[in-house]
């Protein structure tokens, strides 16, 4: 699976937009983009994932770059409950056994009252 | 909302005793896994598990470890052996078998801390 790179940490303030950059420059073509995030140390939760189009669900969007070498990951609106690490994956989908998840070290973000 | 779930959410031992860690994933997921995560540090692949096989594992999956899954629902990790370096956190995960069900899903977790 291909690379990813974050930054360590932002932060933002309550209420305004978290907007969360990746880059994956060596990503293949069947490769889709994952986001998790770890809130303190419990399991990391899915939030969203995409390949070339961008995506929206109640969580988040995902914003990937036409040549797919970077990504950003959008919370709308930020509340404390986001306060979390988040982690860019990406990997090849569909059947077979070599799924497993490689995670960095993610992204911290901190939202501030 | 289906969800994986882990017992015990924490498991204190003894160096030397073996342990069991529990999980049910969700139901009609086709694919199991296994990660730990040591404090401060990153999340680990041990092992993934299908059709009542390991179908991959890490190097840190080694010969005290095994999984199982005994029965339709339980998938299991069995530590034989325990040393302290295996303290950590230790994260189910379950998947279905085809785009877009193929999201790997965790489980909240179960706090291992070997004395």
């Known amino acids: 699976d291909a690379k990813t790179t974050q930054p360590p940490s932002m932060d933002c303030a309550e209420g305004r937009a978290a907007n969360l950059p990746c880059n994956h420059s060596?990503?293949?073509?069947?490769?889709?983009v994952y986001w998790y995030r770890q809130i303190h140390s419990q399991g990391p939760q899915y939030i969203i994932h995409g390949l070339k189009n961008n995506e929206t669900n109640e969580m988040a969007s995902l914003i990937i770059t036409e040549d797919r070498k970077s990504s950003t990951l959008i919370l709308p609106h930020a509340t404390l409950r986001d306060t979390a690490v988040y982690y860019c994956i990406v990997r090849v989908t569909g059947t077979g056994a070599n799924s497993k998840l490689t995670f960095g070290k993610g992204i911290t973000l901190s939202v501030r009252p | 909302e289906p969800e994986v779930t882990q017992t015990p959410s924490h498991q204190v031992t003894q160096m030397g005793q073996e342990v069991i860690l529990r999980c049910v994933p969700i139901s009609n997921h086709l694919y199991f896994y296994w990660y730990r995560q040591i404090l401060g540090q990153k999340v680990e692949f041990l092992v993934s598990?299908?059709?009542?096989?390991?179908?991959?594992k890490s190097e840190i999956f080694d010969d005290q470890f095994s999984v199982e899954r005994p029965d339709g629902s339980n998938f299991t990790l069995k530590i034989r052996s325990t040393k302290l370096e295996d303290s950590a956190m230790y994260f189910c995960?379950?998947?279905?078998?085809?785009?877009?069900?193929?999201?790997?899903?965790f489980g909240p977790g179960t706090r291992l801390t070997v004395l």
């Open positions: 995960a379950s998947r279905g078998d085809r785009y877009p069900t193929d999201t790997q899903y």
């Open positions: 060596t990503i293949s073509g069947n490769e889709y």
């Open positions: 598990f299908y059709n009542n096989e390991i179908s991959e």
